[in-house]
């Protein structure tokens, strides 16, 4: 069954961590599990040591997830890893009990400026895997499986799950699909989601047609059910498709922790405070 458009969203523009730009859903949270945040960063050019990233800070209870379209960033964290984040490039972070990082342009790229732009979302865990041990997958750009369309009109980068019969190298924790979509002029696709998922689309550029409606850059569609998604485009699109279980467990939330009790936002905070949380 094809999945029609539920629900539209348009996307503001905010200033996250130390002052970078970012393009968010609007009421994003509140609307699909297992996604609590989806954040496009930038497309903004940076002057030479103008670039702003996320300096040390902690999360537990879920996963950060990002992807580099361009520019190029430095991450370290609190169980040892670190590494460079360059275009194309995507680090999949499960903080689990507890992590400690920071997610900073790279040295390089701040002293010379330049455009940054990728996403950033955050997946939610269900209580049983919340306090799992952290876990860290690093996957340069050219390890990501990249397939096209017999015509060549559709070419999708698989994140997670399965795009035109290519297959995820990433590893996760629930059913997670994450696939970045560029459709040329005149094109269609056929995107199966399976049934019961909740499944999403975030336009970045172009324009497109989902079950009659036209969906604009910079939209959030949340789509009902079924177990494919057609989508259309006459003038050339850029999306990227997400789906996710509903987890339907209580959230509670206090800034970079997501658990499911206020008493398991309190511990996170007391062992943040006493040096206990990574
Ligand atoms: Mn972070």
């Known amino acids: ?23 968010r859903p609007v009421a994003m949270g509140a609307l699909m599990s297992p996604f609590l945040l989806l954040d496009e960063m930038g497309p903004v050019n940076y002057g030479p040591k103008q670039a702003i990233g996320a300096p040390s800070h902690p999360h537990r209870g879920f996963e950060t997830v990002t992807y580099m379209l361009e520019g190029s960033m430095q991450h370290a964290d609190s169980a040892g890893n670190s590494g460079d984040l360059n275009p194309g490039d995507v680090q999949w972070m ?44 690093d996957i340069p750009s050219n390890d990501l499986p990249v397939v096209e369309s017999v015509d060549g009109k559709i070419w999708a980068k698989v994140v997670a799950g399965e795009a035109m019969g290519a297959k995820a190298v990433i590893d996760t924790v629930i059913p997670i699909q994450y696939i970045h979509y560029r459709m040329k002029e005149d094109s269609k696709l056929s995107h199966k989601i399976s049934a019961g998922l909740n499944g999403m689309i975030y336009m970045f550029g172009g324009q497109a047609e989902i079950s009659g409606k036209v969906i604009e850059d910079g939209q959030l569609i949340i789509l009902d059910d079924g177990d494919e998604v057609e989508i259309t485009s006459e003038d050339g699109a850029e999306f990227l498709v997400l789906a996710g279980p509903e987890i339907n467990e209580p959230i509670a939330r206090y800034g970079p922790f997501v658990m499911n009790t206020r008493a398991e936002i309190h511990q996170a905070v007391m062992d943040f405070q006493s040096g206990n949380l990574a």
């Open 1 to 23: 069954m094809q999945r029609s458009v539920k629900s539209i969203f348009p996307t503001h523009t905010v200033l996250e961590g130390g002052g970078f730009q970012v393009r």
């Open 94 to 137: 499960t903080a689990g009990r507890g992590i400690i990082h920071s997610e900073l342009p790279h040295p390089d790229f701040y002293d010379k400026g330049g455009v940054m732009h990728g996403f950033q979302i955050w997946v939610n865990l269900p209580a049983k895997d919340k306090m799992m041990q952290p876990r860290y997958q």
